[in-house]
């Protein structure tokens, strides 16, 4: 699958959280969501919302370094607010996953 392209001056919170969904369907990208499924079964369990918490920050912490090597004066939200946002719905990241399963 190509690269997901994206202006990172126009992120929005449902961008980035789209882009968290995205990355629990994808490929070789789900393999870095070692917290959502830490003994690699298959099927995968249902995560706790802890773990969930964890995941969104890893990973939203990554997307984070990678957006201040590009553009180091922008303002993001910061980590604990992300997480709050993607997983206002549990639901939905639940869903992600069994897509991806």
């Excluded at 449902?14 to 830490?38: A, M």
């Excluded at 690699?40 to 997307?63: C, F, I, R």
């Excluded at 993001?76 to 992600?96: G, H, P, R």
Aim: charged share 20%; glycine share 4%; with cysteine.
């Amino acid at each position: 699958m190509p690269p997901i392209a994206f202006s990172v001056a126009g992120l929005t919170k449902d961008n980035i959280r789209e882009l968290y969904l995205q990355s629990l369907t994808l490929g070789p990208e789900k393999r870095t969501h070692v917290w959502l499924n830490p003994q690699k079964t298959n099927p995968p369990p249902v995560p706790s919302v802890h773990e969930m918490e964890q995941d969104v920050a890893n990973w939203y912490g990554g997307l984070l370094s990678a957006i201040r090597l590009i553009e180091p004066e922008m303002n993001m939200w910061s980590v604990k607010e992300m997480c709050a946002f993607i997983l206002a719905n549990t639901q939905t990241v639940k869903d992600a996953l069994a897509i991806a399963a």
